[in-house]
């Protein structure tokens, strides 16, 4: 009886294996997609930071200084400010002069 046992086991693990191999490959489109519009979030954000350091790079190159806050690129540097992806933020470092978006 104890190889039996030994046997039912070792079964029992080939099926598990089984469908969770199965279940991967039916997961696999979903995973795809979540990771097809985190990166799209991820790009959108990319894209308007870096929109805006070019602005302050203009702003500082116009006005011989750099902007204390965002607000002062308005109108002539930027139309106006860009909206961000639902629970981001744009953070302005006066320290470093760039703009990032951060997670609220």
Same mark, same amino acid.
């Given at each position: 009886m104890a190889m039996?046992?030994?046997c039912g086991e070792k079964a029992a693990k080939k099926t598990t294996q /089984? =469908?969770? /191999?199965?279940s991967? =490959?039916?997961d696999a489109p979903l995973n795809y997609l979540g990771a097809v519009v985190e990166a799209k979030k991820h790009a959108e954000n990319v894209i308007d930071v870096s929109y805006i350091n070019q602005d302050i790079q203009m702003f500082n190159a116009s006005e011989g200084r750099y902007p204390t806050n965002l607000e002062e690129l308005i109108p002539n540097y930027l139309?106006?400010?860009?909206e961000v992806p639902y629970g981001y933020k744009l953070v302005y470092? +006066?320290? +470093?002069?760039t703009v990032r978006a951060v997670p609220k």
């Open positions: 039996l046992t030994g /089984a =469908v969770n /191999a199965v991967n =490959v039916v139309g106006r400010m860009p470092d +006066t320290n +470093t002069y």
